[in-house]
């Protein structure tokens, strides 16, 4: 009987101890299940001394309270509170860390601080990290962390603020510190690398580049470090990867990839347009032409009377006057002062028009003791005459792609100005050639107007180089196109890379590395530009990957882990520098240095003590 009651006062403490949706205030709870809890003991007391059998009523008594103890640990089980410190230091192992840096510094901060490892390092007798949230997460209450070896990419340093950050990086990697090359170059073009390498020790090193196999420029550094400039005129279309190799006694020292993709050249709608005949634009049509530009000359013979000529030009225009549907056709218009002067006024005027809407560039041979008062921009060029003497006597001229030293006869040279861009210079530094923004065309004007003797004197990679150069100062820029430029100067695998697009209607863009499966990722618009829109990517291997933006498609390469080491980290002690600055003090104050632990009993043993409580009630009332 007093069992079956000791059953039926079970259902309100059901509800304490089981996970009802809406519970009671704790305090109300609490006062609730006192209360029951003592009018159940004393039930079950009055119960066990009114059964007219005596026997055994003190174990009936102990039993009852024993039941009653078990429900009250059930619902609301006693709990310890600690205090608990939380290590607010740990290590952190990158890239070519110092197991004696290690090991000094865990003596020094005790053998509690954890010891990790950052994503490509593995090993199994510490736990690895992969981000950012990884540490935080293993740690919440991290104050500091002390980074051994070259240290965080930039992306993973940024969501580090308000954990102060304690680099002990041993020295900087020896080798090649910096370089910089365009990524792109057109065939034959003189392709450009510049660095500086630093050497272990003392003693000359040798620079070379390396391309199909073949050294193709070097250089040397007579102290084992100090700038180099190098320099090499692909020969194919496609991507590659050049090497750069640094040599001592014979033994490489050092060796990084360079990577580069080559064009093809450009075709370009020349018109000449000449005076009088002359070798210097016979020469020249041929060289163009010979470089699959399409070429329309125009050379006086007499009053009235002109001789054309056309080479990879098909259907061919009337040369005739100077009309915009006929300038419309070609992209530089190489002239000499002569034929400037002559030009009726509307032929000046539609030349001017088209050079300020950007359809067409001016190139001038100053063959002249003046310019022409028909040149568009003529108030930005100013002609210096040299002397008798220095007219006759070819003077050295230099520009940076020059691959050796040219000389030229200079008649004149160019006034520097703010608004002039010097392309190639003569003695003094002055300018002899010099290109002048005129709307959105160019205007281009060189005083060197003898430039086939370079031919004749066996010199074509000087003739090629500077005409190229200054053919590409006057060429119109292209329409805008949808282009798609990696922001990381050394991508890595499993390293974030942040891609920047400009004009791009697609909000995904598609990445695949080779033997790989694509990768789909969504660019989000830039909020202060509105062109530009950029998405992050992961690359998983390194090597080419192809990034496709609709029809525009773009070569990124992404290096190994052991390339180009000093570079990058130089650049990630600059992130760390930076996030230093950044970190503040309030920051670092917010993160918590103890914990605070709550301990509840298992509420087992109060089942436990309600079943023998109320077993021993059940068999004594059977007995």
Known sequence: MISGRLAFAWSPFFYLTAGNSQPAPHFLLMLYAFAFGLLLALLLTVLALRRPDSRRRFLRVVAGLIATAGLGLAAFPPAKTAVLPVTDAAILLTDSYSPDTLRTLQRRLGPAVPVWRYAALTATDTPTVQNPAAIRQLSPGLQKLHILG???????????????????????????????WPAETQLGQSWVVEGRFEAAGPGPVWITLRAAGSGRDSVQLSTGRGSFRLRFAPKAEGRAVYTLEARRQGRRIAQEPAPVQVLPTRPLRILLLAAAPSFE????????????????LRTGLSRGLTQTEFLNLPNPPPLGRLT??????????????????????????ALQRTI?????????????????????????????????AAAVVAQPIQWPEAPT?????????????????????GPQQQPVAAARRLGQGQVVVTTITETFPWLLQNQPLVYSAYWSRLLTAATPPRAAAVTIQPLSRWPRPNVPV??????????????QAANAAPVRISLRQDANVPEWATGTYWPAAAGWH????GAASQWMYVYAPTDWQAPVYREQQLAAQQHIRKD?????????????????????????????GAGLLWLEEKL
């Not at 000499?336 to 032929?347: I, K, Q, R």
């Not at 004009?503 to 598609?510: D, I, R, T």
């Not at 192809?546 to 933006?549: H, K, S, V, Y």
């Open 281 to 296: 634009l016979r020469f020249l049509k041929n060289e163009l032409a010979s470089h699959q530009h399409a070429v329309a």
């Open 498 to 511: 942040l891609l920047r697009t400009t004009g791009a209607v697609s909000q995904l863009l598609n990445i």
């Open 546 to 549: 192809e990034a496709r933006l």
């Open 356 to 388: 300020q809407n950007g359809t067409g560039g001016l190139l001038l041979l100053a063959d002249g003791p003046r310019l022409p008062r028909q040149l568009p921009g003529a108030a930005g060029f100013r002609l210096l005459p040299q002397s008798a």
């Open 324 to 349: 915009p549907a006929l300038l419309a056709r070609f992209d530089i218009i190489l002239t000499d002062a002569s034929t400037l002067d002559d030009l009726s006024g509307a032929e000046a005027q």
């Open 150 to 180: 070259h240290g965080l990419p930039a992306a993973d340093v940024a969501p580090l603020i308000g954990i102060r950050l304690v680099y002990h990086a041993d020295a900087r990697p020896h080798g090649f510190q910096q370089a910089a």
């Open 405 to 425: 030293q040219a000389t030229a006869l200079l008649p004149a040279t160019l006034q520097l100005r703010p608004d002039m861009q010097p392309l190639v210079l």
């Open 584 to 612: 503040s003090p309030l920051a670092q104050a917010s993160a918590v240095s103890a914990r605070v632990q709550h301990t509840a009993w298992p509420r087992w043993c109060g089942y436990v003590l309600f079943l023998l």
